[in-house]
Structures are given as structure tokens and as C-alpha cells.
């Protein structure tokens, strides 16, 4: 059935674009304005200002001097004093500062009178399909920021400023490398721009307005759990063969502590294929369900509005508490985490994360700590309906080379299992099982989950090899205790390559057969209680490698800056035959590009050719082309008081 787009919808779409691009100007005119008014005033009359009316300006009117001045030197090893110089020079420089170097309206009375610590300021997270991730990343890996923590993700604003910050301190030491440090101007450029504005407190920001179409031509894979998916880490939107449209848009709002986060979209669904009574059957049978698997008809193309984040909470202590939906990823790999990825659509749960890495107590010289404590509702199972689920992780970073984390999660609850604080004690503290053949047992202590990832900069090579891994056990206390009989995904990343500075490479491979034997699929992602496990929405929860599969992954990119670059990259996925009757093969060759004309308007484009053989899926040897192509308005028009 031919796809078409719901007219009503799709014109206020269109209205609603052209409204913030019209308002744009007026805005942006209304903020020059008032800041040459502002000009004029003598300082003692600062203060009425701080009482008028609220007024709409964009960010680049605020100094970036507030986030240039370096560190005071110091031992990096030492990380409390390097935490707390930052904190108090961040309180220096806001007090500090004249009109005249960056303030268009004075400091204000706050600003003279107080000291702000930045722990006592809510932030937003910085979503994780941004280019501030790779972009910090890569100024890790070549060794300029030494307490950077990549086990827990999404970062909050305020960390990625802090990161910044530490590549600068980085850069202005003399290490002997003036190639590298130069590469490292090039990304520190674009990353002021985008955190220029360090406090972003007590306002409301619109950060950015996108519209992204895209289209498969070809039979899609659309079943990770079961035989794979076409498009990876796509937040568990629209998938299928046709044509998909997304129109978003995202804000976030901040007073004191407080902060609120919103992305909103309206998603054009290209539709979804029926399901006979034979393939229901299938499925029945590679998931070992209690109940029958029903047959669905045909749906056709339809859209609907659905947020991809929506939180809100408050910052203390260098620590955050918020509720809402929120993404969760736990690991160092980009091909994705084996616990929780980009791969589904984000859960709606109540976190509590260490927003920046805390010295360790009685050993501060030795390193960092960040923990991150999670309790969620997962969405769209069967087996049984409506479960939930809870994890711990915590992370440490020890001097400027390694970085470990430890991982714990579980789902619990559900029809057919009591929502008792007898049954979440027995889920976090027993390490009984309730055993085979005993589907619907009310005492089990729900799907236990341990997770273990490490990130290691190479001694000797620290500033152009990182080597990092993933593993994941079903039923284990930790991987590292059996670690024949877990799963694992290492990665291999090259910041820069030999005689090509601008370049980079990243090789990946993710498995999710036990090193020991294959048991075809009925251990990793699956449970004799909760037989759709590691599902949000009918998408995978970490790697979209799906059940009893083995990938490996290369990318290579070329950086002209921050979010200017071209990469290319090939990926092949192996399904085991003990699992699937004939096995599968999926091949992937991508190449994802993205350029910026400005600060304020980027486009992205992703195209790939995929080949497939899965013989329970589809007949014969399959092959789809796809693509999408994203333009992004990031305004940072901001109303504040």
C-alpha cells in the first residue's frame, strides 16, 4: 500500500517552521536592541535591568570568555584539587568579569556579591546522537582529558563544559606535539560556540528545530530480537520499507537546581508488514512462548507525535535526581553497549547519576568515581506484560590511562508477578533462581543482568591507541567471574592515523554467543520468565546485533571540524544456524556525512547498501538501498529574566 502523508498534520508541521524561521529575525533584532540600550546605561544601573521585563536573545551574546581561561596548573593525577580549582576559577572569572569584556549588560548584583558553584546549578543532558560526543572523545583519546567517563552517558551540559575546559588546560601545556595540538584547536572551536554560555541558568532555551526524510527501497529487516534491523541506534523510531518523515523539536528550561528537558516528534510510519499464522507459529517456537503469538494484518502508513526525551529534576552535590523519559547508555562502544544503547526508544524512568566524576574518598590522587542508579518501566512485551526494571552502575577512572565499570540491572515484575517491596528485595539481593520449566512462578526473583566494561588509553601509545571492551552475562554476579560463559564486544580506536592527522578509525566487533558453546539463542536477551527480555517497544535495549549473532564493524573518518566530516564504514553480522534454521549473513556499507555553514544551520546524509541471506526470514539472497537526510536549525534563542 502506497505511503501518504496526513495533510492536516503535515501542514502544521509546515506552519510551525516557518513561524520560528519569520520569528527568528524579529527576535534576534529585539536582542541587539536591547543590548545597545543596554550599552548605554552606566554600571550603578545595572541592577534595574536584572528587574525588568524578561527579554528573548541568542546565546552568542553571552562572552565566551567565560570559558577560556585555563586551569590553574597543577598535578592532573590530583583530581580533587583539579575539580575544585575549576569549580572556584568558573567563580572567578563570573565575578570577575566587566561589561566591557563580554557581559552586554553588566555583571549582574549576583554576580558581584556571590560565588556560584556550579554543582548548585541544574543542566540538561546533551542528547546522544550530538556531535559533542565524538568530538569530546576523540580530544580524549588524544590524551586531553584525562578524567573523561564514557560508561555512563548521556553527560549533562555543565560536564561537557567541564571536559572542555580540561582540553584547554591541555592544549596551553607545552607537550612537544604542535600537529596534535593544533588538531586539538580545530575541535576545542566548534565546542565553544555550542557551550559558550557556562551557567545557561534561570532561562529557557529553544535549542534546535530539525526535519529529517527518509526511505528504504527494499525489503527492510525490521526485527532485531529475531533476525536483525536495517538501521542501528535510531531511538526506536519508524523502520520498514517506504518512506519515513520526522519533524522535531527540543528545548530545555533551567531555575537554580531545577532543569526540564523536552524533544518532541511527529513521525511519519512508513507502514509494517502483516504476519501470517505460519510466522507467528516461528516466533512461538524461537522464543519457547507459553501462549500463542497471533497473526496481525497489514498496517498502513500513519504518523503520529511521540517525545523522544521528557524529564525534569534537580542538581546538588556534583549529582543529579530526574524523572520522565531519559536514554540510558552504559558503555564505550558506538556500535552499542550490550546492556542499554540508542538501539530502542528511551524508557520512561527515575534516575539518580553523579553528573561529574567525584574524587575517590581517602584516595583522591588516585582517581575518579560516577555512579548512576536507575528504576524504569519497559513498554510493548508479551511474556509477560508490563515489566520493569532497575540498575546500578558505577564507574571508576583511575590516573590518565584506565577506566572500569561495573554493571547490575535486572527486570522484574510484570503480569503474573506481585509488585511487592518483598519481590524487589528478593530481586536485588537473592541469587536464588526459580529454575527451567516454570514459566509464570510468582516467588522468581525476576531476570538478573551483570554488565563489565573497560576503556584503556595504551601506556606508550596513550595519545593515538585506545582499546576498550563490553561484556554482558545473563544469571552471572559478573562477567569477570565466568568470563567463558558471557558475551563480550571489544573495539579498537585510532584518533589520528600515521601522515593523516585529520583522520580517524574505529574497528568494533560485538557477539552475543557465549565464548564457551552456543546455546541458539535462548540465554543472552532471553529468560524462562520474561521471554521478549531486552525489548523497549520491540526494539533491542542494547546492541542491535541481535540473538546468537557475531558482528564486526569499521569506520573511518575524515574531520575538516567538529561538525564537518565524512565517514565511511562496512559491517557484516553473522546469525548462528543453532538458532536460525540456515542461519543469516548481513552486510552493511555506510557512509554518514554532516556539514555546517554555520553556527546555526547543519545538515546530516546517511546512505547504505544492505545484502541479506536469512532463509527463515525471506527467500533468497535480499538487498535494500536507504537513506535520510536531516536539516538541523540549532538557534539557541534564549528567554531569560
Request: proline residues 7%; negative net charge; glycine residues 8%.
Amino acid at each position: 500500500m502506497r505511503a501518504t502523508v496526513n495533510p492536516k498534520k503535515l501542514l502544521i508541521c509546515i506552519v510551525f517552521t516557518s513561524f520560528l524561521l519569520l520569528a527568528r529575525p524579529c527576535l534576534a533584532q529585539s536582542a541587539r536592541e536591547t543590548d545597545a540600550a543596554s550599552r548605554t546605561d552606566a554600571l550603578p544601573e545595572t541592577p534595574s535591568l536584572q528587574a525588568s521585563l524578561p527579554v528573548i536573545l541568542p546565546i552568542d551574546t553571552v562572552s565566551s570568555t567565560l570559558m577560556k581561561s585555563p586551569l590553574p596548573n597543577g598535578t592532573l593525577m590530583d583530581v580533587e584539587n583539579l575539580l575544585v580549582a575549576d569549580r572556584d576559577h568558573n567563580a572567578a572569572d563570573i565575578s570577575a568579569a566587566p561589561a566591557q569584556a563580554g557581559f552586554p549588560y553588566g555583571p549582574t548584583r549576583r554576580q558581584l556579591t556571590e560565588t556560584i558553584d556550579p554543582d548548585k546549578l541544574g543542566s540538561t543532558n546533551v542528547p546522544m546522537d550530538s556531535w559533542v560526543y565524538p568530538a569530546l572523545e576523540r580530544l580524549a583519546a588524544m590524551g586531553y582529558i584525562p578524567t573523561q567517563s564514557v560508561g555512563i552517558r548521556p553527560w549533562a551540559r555543565k560536564e561537557c563544559l567541564r571536559q572542555l575546559r580540561e582540553a584547554e588546560n591541555e592544549v596551553n601545556r607545552y607537550n612537544g606535539n604542535k600537529s596534535m595540538d593544533e588538531e586539538a584547536e580545530l575541535l576545542i572551536s566548534d565546542l565553544h560556540q555550542e557551550f559558550e554560555d557556562p551557567l545557561d541558568s534561570n532561562s529557557v532555551v529553544l535549542g534546535s528545530a530539525y526535519n529529517r526524510y527518509g526511505t528504504i527501497i527494499g525489503p527492510a529487516i525490521t526485527d532485531s530480537y529475531h533476525f536483525g534491523q536495517t538501521w542501528w541506534n535510531d531511538f526506536g523510531r519508524p523502520l520498514g520499507r517506504g518512506t519515513s518523515v520526522l519533524a522535531g523539536v527540543s528545548g530545555r528550561a533551567t531555575y537554580n537546581r531545577y532543569f526540564v528537558y523536552a524533544r518532541e516528534e511527529l513521525q511519519h510510519n512508513p507502514g509494517t508488514l502483516a504476519r501470517s499464522n505460519e510466522q507467528a507459529q516461528f516466533i512461538v517456537s524461537l522464543d519457547q512462548l507459553p501462549n500463542d503469538y497471533p497473526a496481525s494484518p497489514a498496517i498502513s502508513a500513519f504518523e503520529h507525535v511521540t517525545p523522544i526525551e521528557l524529564y525534569a529534576g534537580v542538581a546538588f552535590g556534583g549529582n543529579a535526581l530526574s524523572f520522565g523519559k531519559q536514554e540510558i547508555y552504559w558503555g564505550p562502544t558506538l556500535i552499542g553497549p550490550l546492556s542499554f544503547s540508542s538501539n530502542a526508544e528511551p524508557t520512561y524512568n527515575l534516575r539518580l547519576v553523579s553528573t561529574r566524576p567525584h574524587p575517590l574518598p581517602l584516595l583522591s590522587n588516585l582517581g575518579t568515581y560516577r555512579f548512576d542508579f536507575v528504576f524504569g518501566k519497559l513498554s510493548g512485551h508479551q511474556s509477560p506484560n508490563r515489566p520493569y526494571f532497575n540498575g546500578a552502575k558505577l564507574d571508576f577512572t583511575f590516573g590518565r590511562y584506565l577506566e572500569l565499570s561495573f554493571t547490575r540491572w535486572s527486570i522484574l515484575w510484570g503480569v503474573g508477578h506481585p509488585m511487592t517491596l518483598g519481590s524487589l528485595k528478593r530481586n536485588i539481593f537473592s541469587f536464588n533462581s526459580t529454575g527451567p520449566g516454570t514459566y509464570g512462578a510468582r516467588q522468581d526473583p525476576g531476570d538478573r543482568k551483570s554488565d563489565f566494561d573497560f576503556r584503556l588509553h595504551v601506556p606508550g601509545l596513550s595519545k593515538y591507541v585506545t582499546v576498550y571492551a563490553d561484556s554482558y552475562a545473563d544469571d552471572e554476579p559478573s562477567p569477570i567471574d565466568a568470563p567463558r560463559r558471557v558475551v563480550w564486544s571489544p573495539g579498537i580506536y585510532f584518533p589520528r592515523l600515521p601522515l593523516l592527522p585529520h583522520m580517524d578509525l574505529r574497528v568494533e566487533a560485538a557477539s552475543t554467543n557465549e565464548l564457551s558453546h552456543d546455546e541458539g539463542g535462548i540465554r543472552v536477551f532471553w529468560n524462562e520468565q520474561y521471554h521478549d527480555a531486552n525489548l523497549n517497544k520491540g526494539f533491542l535495549l542494547g546492541t542491535a546485533v541481535g540473538r546468537d549473532g557475531r558482528a564486526i564493524e569499521g569506520r573511518s573518518g575524515y574531520w575538516f571540524s567538529d561538525r564537518t566530516r565524512v565517514e565511511a564504514g562496512y559491517r557484516q553480522n553473522k546469525i548462528s544456524a543453532i538458532y536460525l534454521p540456515g542461519g543469516g549473513t548481513i552486510t552493511d556499507g555506510f557512509v554518514n556525512a554532516s556539514y555546517s555553514w554555520n553556527r546555526n544551520w547543519s545538515a546530516q546524509l546517511f546512505t547504505q547498501y544492505e545484502r541479506f541471506i536469512i532463509p527463515s526470514y525471506m527467500n533468497g539472497n535480499q538487498h535494500n538501498e536507504s537513506g535520510w537526510l536531516q536539516i538541523t536549525w540549532t538557534p539557541n534563542l534564549k528567554l531569560t529574566h
